[in-house]
């Protein structure tokens, strides 16, 4: 009997649905495994990033584009929009 799997059910854009239809013609696989393989990429490179604290800087980043303080950060010029 092979692995467990479970069925997950998304939204995505038309640009994005192309990508994934062009990249299962040269890869000769389905959606349901290039999607599947293009996330265990991702998370890999989502660890390495988590292990350099680059997670942690983008969150930061996040919540002060979020924040009233980027008001006062313009006073020091610095912008990050």
């Given at each position: 009997m092979?692995r467990k799997?479970?069925?997950?059910s998304?939204?995505?854009s038309?640009?994005v649905?192309?990508?994934?239809?062009?990249?299962?013609?040269?890869?000769?696989?389905?959606?349901s495994?290039?999607?599947?393989?293009?996330?265990q990429v991702?998370?890999?490179?989502?660890?390495?990033?988590?292990?350099?604290?680059?997670?942690?800087l983008a969150k930061y980043v996040?919540?002060l584009?979020?924040?009233?303080?980027?008001?006062?950060l313009?006073r020091?010029?610095?912008d990050?929009?």
């Amino acid at each position: 009997m092979g692995r467990k799997r479970k069925v997950v059910s998304v939204t995505l854009s038309d640009e994005v649905l192309k990508k994934v239809d062009e990249a299962c013609k040269v890869l000769e696989l389905n959606r349901s495994q290039v999607i599947e393989n293009f996330l265990q990429v991702a998370f890999m490179d989502y660890e390495v990033l988590k292990k350099i604290g680059l997670i942690k800087l983008a969150k930061y980043v996040r919540k002060l584009r979020e924040s009233k303080s980027q008001q006062d950060l313009s006073r020091f010029g610095l912008d990050i929009e």
